[in-house]
């Protein structure tokens, strides 16, 4: 049985201990901009959330690192359309503040979600998503 070296050893153990996860705290470093009032932003035919648009399968963005980094807060408003079987269509984004630092995140879990199969597809509906305090949330 061969022996570590007592170096290899304690890098070992460092880069094990490494992989248990981050310890990295969210500082905020910017205020929480308001939440818009979404229906300001709709027509009355729009749909924003509640029974017509019932998620079965859906998880919360990721908070991407640099904002988290730095500190940043902010939302968006997403749009998107949903097919006869429940698929998210056309998913594009209406509004974030502040500009561009959470779009992609919104996006690409929002691209992700699937509902429960609608009367009618829906066109033009409208989901508020939060990066606050370093975590991500629904707007109300």
Not at 18 to 25: D, L, M, R, Y
Not at 67 to 92: C, K, S, Y
């Amino acid at each position: 049985m061969t022996a570590l070296h007592p170096v290899a050893g304690i890098m070992t153990a460092a880069f094990i201990l490494s992989a248990c996860g981050s310890t990295t705290k969210f500082t905020p470093r910017s205020s929480y901009p308001p939440d818009p009032w979404v229906k300001g932003y709709s027509d009355p035919d729009d749909c924003i959330g509640g029974e017509k648009l019932a998620a079965i399968d859906f998880d919360l963005p990721v908070y991407p690192k640099g904002p988290f980094r730095n500190g940043q807060q902010g939302w968006t408003i997403v749009r998107l359309d949903v097919d006869a079987q429940g698929q998210t269509q056309h998913v594009r984004i209406e509004r974030s503040v502040p500009s561009g630092m959470f779009d992609r995140a919104s996006r690409k879990a929002v691209e992700a979600w699937k509902f429960r199969p609608p009367a009618a597809p829906l066109s033009d509906c409208r989901v508020l998503l939060r990066y606050r305090a370093g975590a991500s949330s629904l707007g109300g």
